[in-house]
């Protein structure tokens, strides 16, 4: 079994930068795949970024060039670099790993994009 614990979620005005972090309770790097869903009032829920362990990303369309996905093997905490963020960016950040075809989720933080 795997916790997540995340963090870093906030209210923050279009345009500004947040930075979400995820700490898994076991080694990142024993990790395959992790990553960040997102779920909004009244939407599905959506992909955001994935990071494979050996370095792989990719990104929904509608954050590519603005969001980076990043893992500190030392730190062991995954990252979501939140930049140029849009009202529409606003939703719940769940972090997710996939170890041995289970995978877990964290609780999620709360992102706030507001004028």
């Known amino acids: 079994q795997v916790q997540l614990v995340e963090s870093g979620g906030g209210l923050v005005q279009p345009g500004e930068s947040l930075r979400l972090s995820c700490a898994p309770s076991?080694?990142?790097?024993?990790?395959?795949?992790m990553g960040w869903y997102r779920q909004a009032p009244g939407k599905q829920p959506e992909m955001v970024a994935e990071t494979k362990r050996y370095g792989s990303r990719r990104y929904a369309e509608s954050v590519e060039g603005r969001f980076a996905i990043s893992r500190d093997n030392v730190k062991n905490t995954l990252y979501l670099e939140m930049n140029s963020l849009k009202l529409e960016d606003t939703a719940v950040y769940l972090c997710?790993?996939?170890?041995?075809?289970?995978?877990?989720w964290g609780q999620g933080t709360q992102v706030t994009v507001s004028s």
């Open positions: 076991r080694s990142i790097f024993s990790i395959e795949t």
């Open positions: 997710y790993a996939e170890v041995e075809r289970t995978t877990y």
